[in-house]
């Protein structure tokens, strides 16, 4: 009988564990997956946190942040993708090749830029950026840079292409 009832507190405990733990999986936020981010994008708004928008003159050598609203991003499976700019007051209008990753684990997104005859193995500088969230239908990724004494975002906000 004791034996029956060792059984039973155990069989219980265990359950109890086990509903726990389930609890804590559930309201653990989301991993954004890599593959939520392959796809097209159009860049549709830059937004700053932390910094005015004035103090922000250009974005991944380019001469102003601007000239990135509307882009285009095509990010294949292959990790080779470009961006295309649309160009306007100051602007160049353009496609640029690119070869990207994103990093669910450590909440990345790094690019390398690709000229002409170039391939990304030998390419050392690139940028680096915090992927937010991504999903069927939107994607956010933030820019950190340092402004003053502290780090502040320039925050980019996509949505999925049409197709």
Known sequence: MKKIVLIMALAISALTIQSCSTQNAASAPATVRRGSVIGN???NDITFEGIPSQAVRGLFGENSYAC???STWNLTNSGNG???LTGG???ASGT???FWSASPNDQTFQFKKLMEGQKAKDIT???RLVLVSADK???VLKSPIEYGNATANVVLNFTRAAK
């Open 82 to 84: 470009s961006y295309t």
């Open 137 to 139: 239908q939107s994607m």
């Open 89 to 91: 007051t100051g602007c």
């Open 68 to 70: 990135f609203t509307g």
């Open 125 to 127: 500088d690139g940028y």
């Open 96 to 98: 640029q090749n690119i």
């Open 41 to 43: 994008w159009v860049l």
